[in-house]
């Protein structure tokens, strides 16, 4: 039986994901191997370097592949970069069957309604998400199809992105050896796999910290309210613990995953860490609560940026789930506590939610969260790709493989005939 194969790519700052899975039915997939690379040609979400990207892509797509035991021809890719922008716009079409009532292709003239307004020449509608439905100016209607009326009306959430780097990302994807399915914004992949239905009604604010972008997303009664794409991320962490110290950024890294927090208050116990001096600079040592000091003025700073994003945009208290921290930078400890502290709202750590079998154990964590997220629920994300299973050539009792027991055997042949 033909099996629907569906694979994400998530092209981050500090990594690039592959992910290649079975879809078991309407929402659980069944994951068949995944794939991590360094990120070496992108920067903030946008592609620096397509050559170094493509072979990012490639060595993250082999180790998928490998594991798999399947060579696809089409990922579903994430966007996310600062020059992700977004537009509320409302339309209505007129409804001119005799029997006046709501069909699919209602929804599809509203959708390219929408596409004729003017944008800037550098820009390209990424997504039209439809936040709500009104029929004949009524009470708001979540599903209108089949619900008879003269006039549907719908709120959209539009998402615009950079022309020229949807057009870096795919060539690098290309280059790849690989084609674009689709391209989903990363805070929508990553609302669809770490968010529930109940937060999603209730209200809820998901931020996804990368390495370059932190991206946030606001959802209230199971509609897209709000994204937008931040320059504050982990990397900025890093590079703070760096100039503070005076350490080199590798040094930086380790620091702050494996002693940091994010709020002095999550420190269980204060203790030196040492660090390792660096030509002339002799080792030294630093209290933990140093360490946690230089992180968390940065997260207070990103955690303060969102919350003057969500009020200006009259959102915060729509906000009644509290908030969802997802990414590899919700990892850092005492980062739920900070949003708590900052937000004044409950926060708890996002993962991938409902993976069936395969191989979960290892994905099941904040930082693939966007990568999952792409093969579900984000709009225009559940594309099938075709695929060819990899030949795997047999081996012999010995362990040979039938090809190498060819040649031994040409060669007593030749030596027989001696």
Known sequence: MKKNIIAGLDLGTTKVCVVIAEQVDETNFKILGFGVAPSVGLHKGLVSNISKTAEAIKEAYEIASNKAGLRISTVNVGVAGEHITSLRHMNYV???????????????????????????????????????????????????????GSRLEAHNHIVLASVAAVQNIKRSVER??????????????????????AEKDLGVLLIDIGGGTTDIAVIHRKAIKHTKV???AGNQVTNDIRESLGVVTDEAEKLKIHYGYATTSAIIKDEDIFIKGTGAKTDTKIPTTLLTQ???????????????????????????????????????????????????????????????????????????????????????????????????????????????????NSIKQVFNEL
């Open 94 to 148: 007129t409804i001119t069957n005799d029997e006046h009532e709501i069909t699919k292709e209602d929804l599809v003239r509203l959708e390219n309604d929408v596409r004729t307004i003017r944008i800037p020449s550098d820009r390209q509608i990424l997504h039209i998400i439809p936040e709500e439905f009104y029929v004949d100016h009524s009470i708001q209607i979540d599903n209108p199809i089949g619900v008879t």
């Open 176 to 197: 790849a050896g690989l084609q674009v399915g689709n391209l989903v914004l990363q805070p929508l992949a990553s609302c669809s796999s770490t968010l529930d239905d």
């Open 230 to 232: 931040i320059g504050v």
């Open 294 to 408: 230089i992180i968390s003025l940065r997260m207070h700073e990103l955690f303060s940026i969102i919350d003057n994003e969500i009020r200006n945009a009259a959102l915060k208290n729509k906000i009644k789930a509290g908030v969802v921290l997802t990414g590899g930078g919700a990892l850092l400890r005492g980062c739920a506590e900070l949003a708590e502290e900052v937000f004044g709202m409950p926060a708890r750590i996002g993962v991938p939610l409902e993976l069936t079998r395969g191989e979960t154990v290892e994905i099941e964590k904040p930082e693939y969260s966007t990568v999952i997220g792409l093969l579900r629920g984000a709009p225009g994300s559940n594309v099938p790709t075709t695929y060819q299973p990899i030949k795997v050539k047999k081996k012999n009792k010995s362990g040979k493989s039938n090809k190498f027991q060819e040649i031994l």
